[in-house]
């Protein structure tokens, strides 16, 4: 697996600092729609080959380690008049730099590799420490977030420096980096900048719950987010605290961790959910979901010998984990998915791999085989492993960040390797963030502590009760079976969680005469009631239907009173769709070249077919709003709609009655993308949708293009729209098997209709006065075999 991602970006990325896997090319930065913050990782360094050097020696490439090195020497430069992240950088170039740093004057060492290697990499390192340093000219000392490689912070050329606020993670993940760069070097300034960053962020620590902010104002130490978790953040801020302890031997950083962990445990954890609470009310929630960044904390815990929780914590992310196939970016308190994507995060591989250290439990190699697997079956692609755009559908991101090859496949190796199967002994080093590697030895180093003044007076600190050394696990479970006791009830949980059910209504008198349910926007008589009570329509641009009441404009007090009871159970009708909220669909295209590879996200609808229960294929759009005057065409056929005019359950009809067996609406705002905008959820409207039996679903205006391309680019697409993507070796089988076998299976388990196209007859259409020229889709279906491929042929009848 490594060696697929890493030789795809070989040869298709270097020396771009990432591989692009579904366009099997390197991002540039600059020569790339910007993606916003994430960019900032970005420096034009190579950054996957700098980030993955010790991963190679790890994985016992050191052939390949060698001629890396050689790489980077020879084309890196480190001058480039680019903005990036401090934090990104330090944790990822500089981190990844003195990593291959210490394997090769490890492999040196052993006069088995890298004989000619003379500190150059370390030479590196001392470079892009000090054109980081100008990040850290504030007056608290807490780095700006951003600098300019060639040009520093706050000039002209810079292009940053006028930033206020920073993350707690990205003013407190400094240390393990820069201490060991001083303790190389010999140079004490970057480690007492990196101290000096940890000392502010302790000062401003909340006092009465020792909790810190999410994010912190550099100037003034204001907290501008007061918000306080274990995610994103704030995440490593606490790692590095425990960290800088094992590695430069300071107990100070000790002290500081266990106040901190004394409070994440009284007030975040929550067995086993981590909850993000109020710096100055703990005991007040801040919001009811979790991003997938914790999934680090239950390694955190066992390094610290807090097991238990860690085990809880960390079989709750393993049932959600299965639930989705990968943890969400964000998910609810009740395991539903928050925000949906997953850039392939190693978090999760880490803690397996560290509680397996801890308790020997082969329980944790089975989870290390189900992350396995589902990176293969799910994200694996021709030029690489892809992001999930959505865990719900399985569509792809065009990213492979360069902490997958620098984290996850060295904590996957690491959890399945046996002692002989590593060069070298890892428990002499300690991981850091991004999983690189620093000797231990650096803790006997020269330390630069001397000149730092009143840095460790601590004297309010009272740490009798604190434990100095780690329990030993085998102690800890005497009984085998006590790992499993904790975990099973969490997977039932886990397991039986379900959105809750409407609460029942008493019936009663004094109910409005027009019930929400009931409520048709296009019905005349029920816009007439609205106005009697008070209430007006307002038709939105992007297609929804916004209602307003004005008592003072209702023709009674009992009126406006009947208004009011009608605008409650509107909302209360339109949070329980909220509660309700559908998954999104996929339509994927199976035919070659894509083989499945091409995963649109599609949105559902509140009514007709449950495509988790049956999947269908596509044509051409057409408004539908009218009655279909081409239903010969349609008749046992799947309509391609164009969203606006009318009501989407409106269409349904139309289409269904004149005997399509389907259709797909597609967004009718230029531009609109399942990127930018939320899930579209297609709801009724507002009578009962029960007549509606064929499946509907929705397609952004960016991904119903693509589809159109396809059809456009390939006279034969084979397309399957289902609940969620198929494995793409499935489909290539039946695809194959369809092309060439004589003998289908009837009883194929999959159980997706797939449907012939022929694009045949342009159909005039008038909008606004203007005629325009677009063909029609005859659908025909062969239904004597349970997968019919879907094809598509252009004809010119001129």
């Known amino acids: 697996m490594f060696d697929h991602a890493y030789q795809n970006y070989m040869d298709h990325a270097y020396p771009a600092d990432e591989l692009m896997p579904l366009t099997c090319r390197g991002r540039v930065r600059g020569l790339e729609p910007s993606r916003g913050d994430v960019d900032d990782a970005l420096g034009k360094f190579s950054l996957t080959l700098i980030d993955t050097l010790d991963t190679l020696v790890v994985l016992n490439k050191t052939v390949e380690f060698e001629a890396a090195v050689r790489r980077v020497l020879k084309d890196v430069k480190l001058d480039n008049d680019i903005v990036v992240s401090v934090f990104e950088t330090n944790i990822r170039v500089l981190g990844g730099l003195l990593g291959g740093h210490s394997m090769a004057i490890m492999l040196k060492k052993r006069g088995e590799r890298m004989l000619w290697y003379q500190d150059e990499l370390l030479h590196m390192a001392k470079e892009l420490g000090h054109r980081l340093l100008p990040a850290f000219n504030t007056s608290s000392g807490l780095p700006y977030p ?26 407190g993940t400094i240390i393990l980096e820069f201490a060991a760069l001083s303790r190389f070097t010999g140079d004490p ?113 066992v390094l610290k010998g807090d097991i238990r929780p860690a085990i809880e914590t960390h079989e709750m992310l393993y049932q959600v984990t299965k639930k989705h196939n990968f943890l969400p970016e964000a998910f609810t308190t009740d395991f539903r998915v928050h925000w949906a994507q997953h850039p392939l995060r190693p978090e999760f591989a880490e803690s397996t791999y560290f509680l397996y250290k801890a308790t020997g439990d082969p329980y944790y190699l089975e989870v290390g085989r189900t992350v396995l697997d589902n990176l293969n079956r799910y994200a694996r692609v021709p030029c690489g492993f892809a992001a999930m755009k959505d865990v719900r559908t399985g569509s792809h991101e065009d990213r492979m960040d360069s902490f997958f090859l620098a984290e996850m496949f060295k904590y996957l190796f690491l959890l399945f390797a046996d002692t002989e199967d590593l060069p070298f002994d890892v428990e002499d080093y300690i991981f850091t963030t991004e999983a690189h590697l620093l000797p231990l030895s650096l803790s006997v180093a020269p330390s630069s502590a001397a000149t730092l003044g009143n840095a460790t007076s601590e004297g309010e600190v009272d740490d009798t009760n604190f434990d100095w050394t780690c329990p030993n696990t085998r102690l800890l479970f005497p009984d085998p079976a006590y790992p499993r006791n904790l975990r099973d009830p969490i997977r039932s949980a886990v397991d039986k969680s379900c959105p809750r059910p409407l609460p029942y209504r008493e019936p009663g008198m004094g109910r409005a005469p027009l019930r929400a349910q009931d409520f048709m926007a296009n019905n005349p008589e029920h816009l007439e009631l609205l106005r009697r009570m008070g209430v007006s329509l307002i038709h939105l641009k992007d297609g929804r239907v916004q ?83 081409n239903g010969d065409f349609v008749q046992g056929r799947i309509a391609l709609l164009q969203r606006g005019q009318c009501m989407f359950a409106e269409k349904a009809r139309h289409i269904q009655r004149a005997g399509a067996i389907g259709g797909i609406v597609i967004d009718d705002n230029e531009g609109s993308s399942s990127d930018t905008a939320p899930l579209f959820q297609m709801a009724g409207d507002g009578r009962s949708t029960d007549d509606v ?50 003998n289908n299976d009837s009883t194929n388990e999959m159980h997706e209709l797939t449907l012939n196209l022929i694009m045949v007859l342009p159909h005039l259409l008038r909008s606004q006065g203007t005629l ?27």
């Open 693 to 742: 039996h064929v499946p509907i679903l929705f397609l952004f205006h960016k991904e119903g293009n693509i589809l159109l391309r396809a059809l456009k680019e390939y006279r034969e697409v084979e397309v399957l729209l289902s609940d969620k993507a198929r494995d793409r070796g499935e489909i290539q089988d039946l695809y194959t098997g369809f092309i060439f076998s004589t």
């Open 772 to 798: 325009f020229c677009v063909p029609e889709i005859i659908i025909l279906l062969d239904t004597h075999i349970s997968h019919t491929v879907l094809k598509i042929a252009f004809f010119n009848p001129f």
């Open 146 to 171: 951003r600098v300019n490689l060639k040009h520093g912070v706050g000039g002209p050329e810079s292009r940053t420096g006028t930033e206020t606020d920073t993350c707690t993670a990205c003013a």
């Open 547 to 629: 209602l307003v009441q004005h008592a003072t404009q209702a023709v009674s007090a009992v009126a406006a009173e009947d208004g009011m009871r009608f605008m409650q159970e509107m909302m209360e009708l339109s949070s329980q769709q909220q509660k309700e909220q559908l998954p999104p669909r996929a339509i994927q295209i199976v035919s070659h070249p894509y083989f499945g590879r091409v995963v649109l996200t599609a949105g559902p609808a509140q009514f007709g077919t449950d495509l988790s229960k049956s999947s269908t294929g596509v044509s051409h759009p057409y408004s539908g709003c009218s009655e279909l005057t």
């Open 189 to 301: 300034v970057f480690e007492v900048h990196a101290r000096r960053a940890l000392d502010f962020l302790w000062e401003k620590r909340q006092r009465n719950s020792n909790l810190v902010g999410t994010t912190i104002n550099i100037h003034s130490g204001e907290w501008v987010r007061r918000d306080s978790g274990v995610g994103a953040g704030i995440d490593s801020y606490y790692e590095y605290l425990l960290k800088a302890y094992v590695l430069l031997g300071d107990d100070l950083f000790l002290q500081r961790f266990n106040i901190h962990y004394a409070s994440i445990m009284k007030y975040i954890s929550q067995p086993p959910l981590l909850l993000d609470v109020h710096i100055h009310k703990p005991l007040l929630p801040a919001r009811t979901w979790m991003d997938s960044l914790l999934a680090f904390f239950p390694g955190l815990q």
